[in-house]
């Protein structure tokens, strides 16, 4: 696993968690990879509220406070990994530790990877109206808006209907 799939990945299974979103094969291969079980929704009550705070600090550009409160609460144990047979790279978090500590230490590192200007992981936050999801940005000009086709559509046919509106 190359470095930045790692930060990118990590970066990834934070907005799934602050999203809300069902597991993904992403989260369950990466819990499977690093001997980590998945935590419960309740398990999480005590991450989230903090990782919400600087996935939304990441996607808005700063301020860094956030990220800096979640790596004081969940301060990365970085060491070199060659566990995939794809060379050493960078963990933050040591296989098989307690989920929401594993979450914590990498999702923390990770974030503060990008809002530093890590050039390869952008997060942003989806621009229709009442929609309070993240996203991160693989397009190739990094100039996605909307967390899903729903919402670019949604927010496509209201601008529309407010033009007919306006114009006759």
Known sequence: MRYIAYVGNLTRLAVELVNGDEPSEL???????????????EGLDGLLPALRDA???????????????????????IY????DGDGPHLHFARDGEDAVHWLGRGCAAALAHVLCGDPDV?????RARD????????SRNRSRRFCSNAC???TTVAAHR???????
């Not at 989260?27 to 929704?41: A, K, L, S």
């Not at 600090?57 to 800096?68: C, R, T, Y």
């Not at 407010?162 to 006759?168: H, L, S, T, Y």
């Open 80 to 83: 070199v990994s060659e566990h």
């Open 27 to 41: 989260r369950r291969e990466f819990f499977r990879q690093h001997r980590v079980t998945e935590p419960d929704p």
């Open 152 to 154: 670019a559509s949604r």
């Open 162 to 168: 407010a033009r007919r509106r306006e114009g006759g």
């Open 55 to 77: 996935v939304a600090a990441v996607a808005d550009g700063g301020p860094s406070e956030p990220v800096n409160l979640l790596l004081g609460r969940f301060p990365p144990e």
């Open 122 to 126: 952008t997060v942003g936050r989806c």
């Open 131 to 138: 929609c309070p999801r993240f996203f991160v940005d693989d």
